[in-house]
C-alpha cells in the first residue's frame, strides 16, 4: 500500500513538473512573438509626429476625439496608422499638449499583437520620458483598467 502511493506521488510530481516546463515554454513563445512585433513596428510613420507635452488619450471610438486639440491618430487592426488629426498649425513650437490614439478595439487585450506593436510605437514616438509615466497615457472608453495601460507601457523601449 505504502509503495503505491509512493508511485502515485512520484507519477503526480512528475506529471506537475512536465506540465510546468510546457507551459513556460508556451508562455516563452508568445511573449517572443510579441517582442518580435514591437521591433518590427513601424519607424517612419509616414507623417511628423513630435513628442507631446501632456497626455496621450487611448480611445475606441473616433467620436470621443472629435473635439480634442492635439494630433489623432488611427490604429487599424493589422498595425498601419492613419494621421486623423494633424497638429494645430502654428502652435508655436510645433509641440502639442496631448494626443489620441484611436484603437481598433474596445480593450488592449482585444488587440492583435500587429496593434499593440503599433500602438507602443506610437506611445514611444508622442512621450519622449522613459519609463513612459503610467499618468502621461490614459485609456478612456476602453474595456481597460490602469494594470492594462500599465503593462502596455512596459514596452516602450
Not at 513628442?51 to 493589422?78: C, F, I, K, Y
Amino acid at each position: 500500500m505504502a509503495a503505491q502511493i509512493a508511485l502515485a506521488m512520484a507519477v503526480a510530481g512528475s506529471s506537475i513538473a512536465v506540465l510546468t516546463v510546457v507551459m513556460t515554454a508556451h508562455d516563452e513563445s508568445v511573449r517572443a512573438k510579441e517582442r518580435n512585433a514591437v521591433a518590427a513596428a513601424p519607424r517612419g510613420f509616414g507623417f511628423e509626429l513630435a513628442p507631446v507635452t501632456g497626455t496621450v488619450l487611448l480611445v475606441a471610438d473616433a467620436a470621443a476625439v472629435a473635439a480634442h486639440p492635439g494630433p489623432v491618430v488611427e490604429v487599424s487592426a493589422d498595425g498601419s496608422l492613419a494621421l486623423r488629426r494633424a497638429p494645430a498649425p502654428g502652435a508655436g513650437s510645433g509641440v502639442s499638449t496631448s494626443a489620441a490614439i484611436v484603437l481598433p478595439a474596445h480593450s488592449l487585450a482585444a488587440m492583435g499583437p500587429e496593434a499593440r506593436a503599433a500602438v507602443v510605437a506610437l506611445v514611444g514616438r508622442l512621450v519622449d520620458v522613459r519609463p513612459v509615466p503610467p499618468g502621461r497615457v490614459r485609456a478612456e472608453g476602453l474595456d481597460a483598467d490602469g494594470g492594462a495601460v500599465t503593462a502596455l507601457l512596459q514596452w516602450v523601449p
